[in-house]
């Protein structure tokens, strides 16, 4: 589904990511796992064609996306759910999802849209309640399904999630993690970008840790559990890991 | 295809389309150069040597770059200076088998030891055993690899494991009848004892349930495999390993018996030229080095194992995608030169199983005088032969000097010994007494 080769990347003089090779196969969660300034947030917006790369090669469903335009890898069916939702406040809920749905139209299917949104409102029926609502007046855990119902109206064949459990209360958390399964359950292959490693770990098959730019650990998600290393960096207390973790 | 099922312990990674494989061995190989030039001084240090900055590593090409990794560094830096993490986080610690001189410490963490049973697993099931059978281990238990890598490989299987350790062949014999085995699994040349015991005790292998054996840890022949295959009525497969980048469970032969799998999605695999530490293309002979791509306890980079193969790359009907390296042949340190010409004691074994009336042992002894190394040859020979029929000793000696000569292309000495004189070992059979002084 996704294939980066080597990807260097950076703002101005600062080099932040350091040859990353990572893959995503159709149909898995995967999740990067880093300390706050790893990259992250760079990888993903390298992918979705907002920071523009400066070595590598990045392929998303057999097609070359290293220097193509956001809407096209948007187009392409490459969605990004940005960090802090940025949803659009004054609009009311309803607008903001079919916002996400520009690409659908410009891909002639109109006459999707209302299925596609029908969709959306079953998997979060919250939002159907919330319908004619001012996106700004949505709880933190609200607009983060928002969002994700945003970037569901295009139809994505992988969706990218820049710490989607941020600031919102641990049992929000739960079910924006329960949410993510049943998208990939319905077809959506998922890259998950989190803090929260425990947490996504959980949900996730494979994950890759990302420290100062370089991936130095990669594996399937027990693996990653099970590595000393993460536990301690990413997992807290050793102590907790320790009497968890089982041969 | 002939009706039985070819079982495989983990086909989405033994059946692996190769591209997808490339993509992650190139994943785990830069992910396992920023660990260990973070985390172990002797990397960064030969890195920094030469210029090598592993943020410049590109592609798989680009090994070649890379600074082999010998067994003089594993000992320079005995027993953790290459962990690449603390020791508390290690669960296991073992040694190479020191064949060529002083052990060196491994140290294997949870996942290590997860990955290693799995691999170990795959061993199994490739050399036919599955869940319901009954697994004997007759390899020496400690700190040597071979036991406890095959032993939890059969335990992660789910089969029933017997760990008889090093015990004598005649007591290995004892307990497969008794205990009904069905899979051995120690070197050629011990089961070749155990083979013998059962003729000494009267035990006719067609009446016991062994099936398949499962053997590494040396060097062996063809010829030897049938004789093995033979005696004890089973089918025997080749498997290899080594403790310094994991013990058994690197490389293993399927039931096809034409080369040993590569576990290509743990190791990258190089052959290289001994002379010009050059890269060999697949077919060619050369060196085995090998790169550990996910170890966590001990990484290591380019080892150069010393063991002479090549990789085969032709595709196996067995449906493992993984490629083959040929039997192992011998030691790059094994290989004796007399009078010019590279000989492997390897090579002599094979002229010795194929000639009639010689027994599957024998002891090569070389010594050097003057710069070239001198030969000889002890072959055991069966009682009644030695000691009654002088002229057909003779006439023995002389097919076996004949034979050698025409294999080997240079004539070395030829000395015939009574049955069970040689040194016997329940582990590594001592193929070769080496008593040149070198530099």
């Known amino acids: ?247 | 295809m002939n009706g039985t099922e070819t079982r495989i312990w983990e086909p989405q990674h033994e059946c692996m389309d190769r591209a997808e494989l490339e993509q992650l061995q190139l994943e785990r190989l830069e992910a396992t150069l920023s660990r260990v030039y973070r985390h172990v001084s002797f990397y960064r240090k030969t890195f920094d040597g030469i210029g090598f900055n592993p943020d410049d590593f590109r592609s798989l090409a680009d090994l070649a770059r890379l600074p082999f990794t010998t067994k003089a560094d594993l000992r320079q830096n005995h027993p953790y200076g290459l962990f690449a993490v603390p020791l508390r986080d290690i669960v296991r610690v073992h040694a190479s088998s020191g064949t060529t001189g002083l052990s060196t410490a491994v140290g294997y963490t949870r996942n290590d030891m997860r990955t290693w049973s799995n691999l170990t697993a795959r061993v199994l099931v490739a050399g036919g055993v599955g869940k319901e059978d009954v697994v004997q281990i007759a390899f020496d238990y400690g700190l040597f690899t071979g036991a406890f890598g095959l032993h939890q490989g059969a335990e992660r299987l789910g089969a029933s494991v017997v760990p008889v350790s090093s015990a004598n062949a005649r007591r290995q014999v004892g307990i497969m009848r008794d205990y009904r085995t069905t899979a051995l699994v120690t070197t050629p040349s011990h089961a070749l004892n155990i083979a013998d015991a059962m003729i000494e005790m009267g035990v006719n292998p067609a009446a016991l349930s062994l099936k398949h054996g499962l053997f590494g840890a040396e060097p062996w022949s063809e010829s030897m495999r049938k004789e093995i295959e033979e005696k004890l009525e089973i089918t025997a497969t080749d498997n290899y390993g080594l403790s310094e980048v994991m013990g058994p469970g690197v490389a293993a032969e399927c039931l096809e018996k034409k080369g040993l799998h590569l576990a290509e999605d743990h190791f990258l695999f190089e052959v290289i030229d001994p002379d010009t530490l050059a890269p060999v293309p697949p077919g060619t002979p050369g060196e085995l080095v090998v790169t550990t791509l996910t170890k966590e306890g001990i990484p290591v980079i380019r080892y150069r194992t010393r063991d002479l193969t090549a990789i085969l790359d032709a595709p196996c009907p067995c449906g493992r995608t993984l490629r083959r390296m040929a039997r192992v042949k011998g030691r790059t340190d094994d290989m004796l030169i007399v009078k010019g010409a590279k000989v492997f004691p390897s090579e002599i074994e094979a002229v010795l199983l194929e000639i009639e009336g010689t027994e599957p042992h024998y002891q090569v002894q070389v010594d050097r005088e003057a710069g070239t190394d001198l030969v000889t040859v002890l072959v055991e020979v069966s009682e009644s032969l030695f000691f009654d029929e002088m002229k057909k000793q003779s006439v023995l000696r002389d097919t076996i000097v004949k034979r050698l000569a025409s294999e080997l292309g240079v004539t070395v000495d030829v000395k015939l010994v009574g049955k069970k004189t040689l040194e016997r070992s329940d582990g590594k059979a001592r193929r070769v007494v080496d008593r040149r002084k070198l530099d």
Do not use: W
């Open chain 1, 1 to 247: 589904m996704l294939r980066l080769r080597n990807v260097d990347a950076g703002y101005g003089p600062l080099s932040v990511l350091r040859r990353v090779t990572l893959h995503v196969a159709a149909g898995e969660i995967v999740t990067i796992v880093g300390a706050n300034g790893a990259g992250k947030t760079t990888l993903l917006e390298t992918v979705a064609g907002l920071v523009r790369p400066r070595a590598g090669e990045i392929v998303f469903d057999g097609t070359g996306i290293t220097r193509v335009a956001t809407e096209r890898i948007v187009a392409l069916g490459c969605s990004l759910v940005p960090e802090g939702r940025q949803v659009f406040a004054p609009m009311p809920v309803r607008e903001n999802l079919l916002l996400g749905a520009h690409v659908q139209y410009a891909r002639g299917k109109r006459h999707e849209v209302a299925e596609d949104l029908e969709r959306v409102y079953r998997l979060f029926p919250i939002l159907r309640s919330r319908d004619g609502q001012l996106a700004g007046t949505l709880s933190g855990g609200e607009q983060q399904m928002l969002a994700i119902g945003r970037a569901l109206m295009a139809r994505p064949k992988l969706m990218m999630l820049d710490e989607p459990s941020m600031g919102l209360a641990p049992l929000v958390v739960k079910d924006i993690f329960a949410i993510l399964r049943r998208i990939r359950e319905a077809g959506t292959t998922v890259l998950l970008v989190e803090q929260n490693a425990r947490g996504a770990l959980r949900i996730a098959d494979r994950g890759y840790v990302l420290e100062t730019g370089r991936i130095v650990l990669q594996g399937t998600a027990e693996e990653l559990l099970a590595n000393r290393d993460v536990q301690r960096a990413y997992l807290g207390s050793d102590l907790d890991a320790e009497n968890r973790v089982m041969p």
